[in-house]
């Protein structure tokens, strides 16, 4: 009869070792995504080491107790989850998960971490088979939210329709994470992503674009985690800078950058965004530099003849509407939709940034009013040069304000969803002046 006590007394025993290690590991992940909540955003630097020290010491917990539970699943499965708090790829968890579900085959938070491992390995098909196979075992959050991500992430196939459908299921998947557990913020975060990703590559509707911001506003909402996740605002500060609202933007990436300060991208993308900012304010001003005769003999041949199919009754603009358009100049275009009317000048500048989202150049009406236009989705062969003569029909007319840090710009601008839009000396454009996919975009790092 002892013995089965000394056996029961064992079980027990067992349980309250594998409990106590949970909880330490746990305790990692805990300190790991909430660290903001115990240290300032000053402290950001440090995180990465701090977090590495944590993991050693959860470590040297795990492998006091090794030669006791070495065959145990749900031991191999702690020490697996603990070198998965790095950032980084760990061939040891990566053997510690995979020996975890081959013994205990339906471990989904095994499937899941060792997915997790190989995506950190690069090797994004045996990730997506480890989460969908977490899956079939029970249907849970972090499976669906993580083969939503690695949907996203695979290589682009050619069909587009193919590549289209796979966008439409990571949208899919996102939303069925979110509705398992709506206090979860992170599930928010990647609902954001995958509408981001529909977003920029199947037309921008803005539908698309107001389901990404509130996704991403209620993962800050209901999670402080979220709020304190560098992606999160570097992702939203791509969507703004493409909405071209710019001190949104600028404050998106500053702020990931402060969060991570490690991360060159996202200082990179403030620095240039600045200096694109600084590049158009200052070649407005100047009309492109174009020297002053230079500019009396350009806008000597500018004339109504130029309007060329938007002066034909059975022109249809933009917005559906037939009829021809009356030549406006730019002082008198009002922000916002300027139906009926076309903005009418000549190329002075063009300017071919790093990162750019739009094709950007300058225009100057017959009165030497300098405005910048943005065309958006240009192929890459696609351009104007200086002293073409551009033709916008019903131009969409915004005015900005930005103020960063020590920075203010004021200026108004042009915007053109598609160089189709445009009449170039005269002429439409052509089909493949267009990108045929629109702009490349990657979340980063989910």
Known sequence: MAEVDNDGEQKATDKDDLQ??????D???????????THSVEDAGRKQNDVAQEMAKTLKRLEEKEDLYKNSAHFLLLRGRCLNAAPGFSQTAEECLSRAVKLEPGLVEGWNTLGEQYWKKGDLTAAKTCFTGAQQQS?????????????????????????????VESVELARQAVQLDVTDGTSWYILGNAYISMFFTS??????????????????????????????????????????????ALDGYSRAAALDPGWEDAQER????????????????NKGKVKARRLRNMLSSLSTTALGPCSSPQFRSPSGRIGSLEPRSLSVLTHGHNGGVAA?????????????????????????????VMVYNTADSW????GDTVVIPEPQVKRHSVTHKDKSYDFRSIRVDSPLLLIVNGKRQVMKSQSAAFVTYKPQSE
């Open 20 to 25: 106590v290690l949970k909880e330490l590991v």
């Open 27 to 37: 305790d990692l992940y805990s300190f790991r995504d909430r660290y903001f909540e």
């Open 139 to 167: 249907k849970n959050k972090v499976s669906l939210r993580s083969l939503s991500m690695v949907l996203r992430q695979l290589p682009p196939v050619e069909d587009a329709q193919e590549q289209s459908k796979r966008i």
């Open 203 to 248: 037309g921008q509707n803005p539908q698309l674009s107001q389901q990404a911001l509130s996704a991403y506003a209620q993962a800050e909402k209901i999670d402080k985690a979220s709020s304190m996740n560098p992606d999160l605002h570097f992702n939203r500060a791509t969507l703004f800078q493409y909405e071209e609202m710019y001190s949104s």
């Open 270 to 285: 403030e620095k240039q965004l600045l200096n694109y900012l600084d590049q158009v304010t200052m070649l407005i001003e």
């Open 344 to 372: 009418l000048g000549k190329v002075v500048f063009s300017l071919a940034s790093e990162g750019r989202m739009a094709f950007t150049f300058g225009m100057l009406d017959s009165d030497e009013t300098c405005c910048v």
């Open 383 to 386: 351009g104007v040069l200086i």
